[in-house]
């Protein structure tokens, strides 16, 4: 794939430069479908069926993600991972970005997340990969912290790919980190669209 191409996306989902910016109190995330682009304004219906018109600023980036696998996780690959507390002790996955090589650093460490109730996001390098009742993966981040997540069998893997505007078609699922106004209103610079069959999971 292109890694010019990765440069110039989403800095995200993501898990993504996206879950750096969410830590500011004005910035919310928006999941759901098309409602249809005119000119820069986005129309997105979101999960809950409330309608937002999001304001694209002037060199805003588009991408789309692609199928992966937990066999595609290596070590020194860098992720990024929506995870939850498992009952057991540890954390289990939610979903799993894999990031291009030019993207390893982006939106590095452990925060609050919003994918479930008490979900957190973290993205970073992977230390260690075991196969011991599933795949399991230990991130490093912010000097040496380590936190150990179990990659169930049934959690969505992706990684990114290419996409441009005209794949923002009523109906497509996207994912966009927006920042809220003061008046309200919503704008973006960057968002992420379910164009190969995959539906963002962040």
């Not at 696998?69 to 020194?76: E, F, L, N, T």
């Not at 169930?152 to 290419?162: G, R, W």
Request: cysteine-free; aromatic content about 4%.
């Amino acid at each position: 794939m292109n890694l010019k191409i990765f440069a110039i996306v989403l800095g995200t989902i993501p898990g993504l430069a996206a879950a750096a910016e969410a830590q500011a109190a004005d910035t919310m995330r928006v999941r759901g479908t098309v409602v249809g682009l005119a000119g820069s304004t986005l129309t997105v219906k979101d999960q809950a069926g409330k309608t937002d018109a999001i304001a694209l600023t002037q060199g805003w980036k588009i991408s789309g993600v692609a199928k992966a696998s937990a066999a595609d996780i290596k070590q020194g690959d860098f992720l990024g991972i929506a995870s939850v507390s498992k009952a057991d002790g540890g954390s289990g996955a939610l979903e799993v970005v894999i990031f291009p090589a030019t993207l390893k650093g982006t939106g590095e460490g452990d925060r609050p997340w919003d994918l479930q109730p008490n979900s957190r996001m973290t993205n970073g390098t992977v230390a260690d990969v075991t196969d011991i009742d599933g795949r399991t993966v230990t991130l490093t981040y912010d000097n040496g912290q380590k936190k150990q997540i179990a990659i169930p069998q049934s959690t969505p893997i992706v990684t990114f790919a290419t996409a441009t505007p005209a794949d923002l078609t009523p109906g497509a699922s996207v994912f966009v980190t927006a920042e809220r106004g003061s008046d309200g209103t919503l704008t973006s610079r960057r968002v992420v669209v379910g164009n190969h069959g995959v539906v963002p999971p962040m």
